[in-house]
């Protein structure tokens, strides 16, 4: 393929990608789901044609992991804080918790009855798919009313973060007993205290810098701190979240720092900047990232019988725990309702061919799924 040609293609995915952003509102449908769909059509022109294309799979979780953070970061920029949310807040919080684990260990014992393999392998393989990711919920929120983008808003991060702890502590221990417990306990606090620490450096910087370049410098050391934290194994997402939050609502952190040295004309400006250029890096990722998605669905696998009724059986067991537990936290369970969980986009999952846990995610269970 020739340079002018890619150049060709790649602004042409763009215009396309911008046009479904536009109808998707109109149509009620996700524009993540129609940029899935032209991935898919898109291979499948391909296959006809005889081209032959580079291995995606080396890039996406890259470019999956950039455009994670970017979204639940312009979800934190989205949400001005009031009293009258803390309810919200609060059932998205239990609803994350309640719905994983009853996600999870249902789950788990449909892997565990088609296979035949122990619960625990089943259960690890099955946490991926109790995750409501934020990569897809809170771009699929955004026509909602503001309580209901709130609480999908909330709900998917708290999922994600949770779900990377869990998935984590499920990998290194075998049984649970009250020591993982505390670990748990013990991380969470921890990683919480940490990201405060270091959301008030980013927020320092946001104010000292006066140089014409700085959201992206402040938007990379962002990323640079979930690298760090991935390394160690740690939440990383909850920095994201509370940094979100805290420029989102600056005027509510008791610090007196803050509260004398922040112009707020000039910050209500440099807030307008840096959520446009986050917007506008989410748009940029998650055209790309969804299309490459839709690209690597291997379709062929749908043919699997086996693979479609588990599939079937596992769809189902996710929409009734989630219609049991819902009502419990919230009075109007639509559309929340709908929001369930979608795997994350380079989990570990189980193979119906060899259940070998370090295997890639199933591309024809993950289509049914979504």
């Keep these: 393929m020739s340079q002018n040609t890619t150049l060709l293609l790649i602004c042409a995915l763009i215009i396309v990608s911008y046009v479904f952003d536009i109808i998707s509102k109109r149509i009620k449908i996700p524009s993540v789901l129609l940029l899935i769909g032209l991935g898919i059509g898109l291979k499948l022109i391909a296959v006809q044609l005889g081209i032959v294309s580079m291995d995606f799979m080396k890039i996406i979780p890259t470019l999956g992991t950039i455009g994670l953070i970017l979204i639940v970061f312009e979800g934190g920029l989205e949400l001005e804080y009031h009293s009258d949310k803390n309810h919200i807040i609060r059932n998205a919080l239990v609803v994350s918790i309640v719905g994983l684990l009853a996600t999870a260990l249902g789950v788990a014992g449909i892997f565990m009855y088609f296979t035949g393999e122990t619960y625990y392998r089943c259960l690890l393989n099955a946490i991926p798919y109790s995750v409501i990711s934020s990569a897809i919920a809170i771009p699929s ?13 909330f709900e998917s991060s708290f999922s994600d973060i949770f779900g990377i702890v869990f998935y984590n502590y ?32 980013l927020v320092y910087l946001l104010k000292s810098i006066d140089h014409h370049i700085k959201f992206i410098l402040i938007l990379a050391v962002l990323v640079l701190l979930y690298a760090i934290g991935k390394e160690f194994h740690l939440s990383s997402l909850i920095l994201v979240l509370i940094f979100g939050l805290m420029v989102r609502n600056i005027n509510l952190v008791p610090l007196d720092f803050i509260q004398n040295n922040f112009n707020t004309e000039k910050f209500k400006k440099d807030f307008d900047y840096m959520q446009s250029i986050t917007a506008e890096g989410v748009f940029l990722i998650k055209t790309f990232f969804f299309i490459i998605f ?10 699997d019988e086996k693979m479609i009724i588990m599939a079937l059986f596992t769809i189902g067991a996710i929409y009734t725990l989630r219609l049991i ?46």
């Excluded at 499920?170 to 959301?199: D, M, Q, R």
């Excluded at 839709?294 to 043919?303: E, N, P, T």
């Excluded at 009502?327 to 979608?342: A, D, G, R, T, V």
């Design 170 to 201: 499920a990998l290194a221990y075998s049984s649970l007993s009250l020591g993982v417990v505390f670990n748990l306990g013990f991380e969470l606090i921890a990683v919480s205290l940490l990201s405060l620490v270091f959301c008030g450096m």
């Design 141 to 153: 929120a955004a026509g909602l009313s503001v309580r209901s983008k709130s609480f999908v808003t």
């Design 294 to 303: 839709g690209y690597i669905i291997d379709v062929s696998l749908l043919a």
């Design 325 to 370: 537990y819902l009502p419990i936290f919230i009075k109007h369970i639509l559309p929340e309702f709908l929001f369930s969980s979608w795997i994350n986009k380079y989990s570990l999952v189980y193979r119906t061919s060899g259940g070998d846990e370090n295997s890639q995610l199933h591309i024809g269970l993950l289509f049914l799924l979504f």
